[in-house]
């Protein structure tokens, strides 16, 4: 008589990853190779979405980094080793517009014209109102809406107030109603 197939639940992908991070942690950096293939593809998506596709693979790889760099400081208190990697993701998207923001400054005052983020014609417009949320905004949209993060998670990732991702939130999701009621018209 045939045995019934018993499912065996996945293994907790955190606890895996809280594994991973402490041999990191340890100088075993061929383990960071396991954390890139389970998170590298979700990251890649969120960073496209925040700084375009052009230069969300140098956003990866300086997540992974840094990761690298900050293994020792895991805790393991976020909500999960993904949650980690995205709020390192997140802050770099805000350092690198930060870092343009200055870049343009400094050409302005020589008189070169500081170019604005390209607009192709054939963007979607998703992506059209996307651009035109401010960058905090759109790191807390595509966050909560895209990666399905708490509120509670976004404000550790970021490093703010949990009223401020609520206020950052709302605003996104009204402006973006605002954008699909005017281009309906």
């Known amino acids: 008589m045939r045995q019934p197939l ?15 991070l402490a041999r990191v942690a340890g100088g075993d950096l061929g383990a960071l190779g396991a954390l890139y ?30 990761a690298a760099k900050a293994a020792s400081s895991y805790d393991g208190r976020a ?6 990697l995205f709020g390192i993701a997140a802050r770099l998207v805000q350092e690198r517009r930060r870092s343009f923001a200055r870049l343009a400054r400094a050409l302005s005052r020589f008189d070169l014209s500081a170019s604005s983020p390209p607009e192709a014609e054939d963007q979607s417009d998703m992506k059209k109102a996307l651009l035109r949320l401010s960058e905090a905004k759109r790191v807390v949209l595509l966050l909560a809406e895209v990666e399905g993060f708490t509120c509670e998670e976004i404000a550790t ?13 709302h605003h996104a999701r009204r402006d973006m109603r605002a954008f699909y009621e005017e281009t309906s018209r």
């Open 6 to 20: 018993k499912l065996v639940p996945p293994a907790n992908p955190g606890s895996e990853d809280d594994r991973v």
């Open 37 to 66: 293939d389970r998170h590298a593809r979700a990251l890649l998506a969120f960073a496209s979405r925040a700084v375009g596709s052009n230069e969300a693979e140098d956003v990866v790889q300086s997540t992974f980094i840094r």
């Open 79 to 84: 909500a999960s080793a993904r949650s980690w």
């Open 157 to 169: 990732m970021l490093g703010v107030p949990i009223g401020t991702v609520w206020t950052r939130l």
